[in-house]
Each structure stands twice: as structure tokens, then as C-alpha cells.
């Protein structure tokens, strides 16, 4: 995986990180479980919304065309090593690509 800072590749074994991930992950000041993702409810509130707005004309037809989400998926959560620190933490990096 590519490390936090500089242009360096970290080789480590897959276990070590998943011992590291999770343990971060217990957090539960930053973190929490959820019992459903929340991804579909909320889509369907961000396209009433957009549709009341184009009600309302507050926004034109392709605007809210451009607003609209479909098929969209939960922000993926990935880390990269922090290798300048000492115990290499990990740094959590959220990709809300296609979300």
C-alpha cells in the first residue's frame, strides 16, 4: 500500500493491518456500528429535496437532473500507513467517490 507521506510503497502482512484497522475501528468516541447503511434513505430524501427545489423554481430542469443521485453506494473507508510515526499508525482516509 502507498504510505502517508512521500512517494513509498509499505509492504505488510495483511493480518498486522486488519489487527491495526479494527483495532482503530473500536473506537467508539469516532466510530459506531450501524444496524442498517444509511445510504438509501438518504438519497431518496437528497432527490424529494432536489424535486421541491425544482417545484419551487429555484432550479432549472437540468439542474436538478444534475443533482439527482441514483445507484448510489456508501463512502468507502480505506487507511494509509503513517511510517514517519513511531508504531506506524494508520490514517484514515474516506473516499466518497461515486457515493
Known amino acids: 500500500m502507498k504510505a502517508d507521506k512521500g512517494n513509498t510503497t509499505v509492504i505488510m502482512n495483511k493480518q498486522d493491518y486488519d489487527e491495526k484497522l479494527f483495532e482503530m475501528l473500536k473506537n467508539g468516541e469516532t466510530y459506531k456500528d450501524l444496524k442498517r447503511d444509511p445510504t438509501p434513505k438518504t438519497e431518496k430524501l ?7 427545489l425544482l417545484d419551487k423554481q429555484k432550479i432549472t430542469q437540468g439542474e436538478c437532473f444534475t443533482l ?3 445507484d448510489a453506494f456508501a463512502p468507502r473507508l480505506y487507511d494509509q500507513l503513517k511510517v514517519h510515526k513511531a508504531d506506524i499508525p494508520l490514517r484514515p482516509i474516506v473516499s466518497f467517490n461515486g457515493s
Open 46 to 52: 437528497l432527490n424529494k429535496f432536489t424535486s421541491r
Open 68 to 70: 439527482k443521485s441514483s
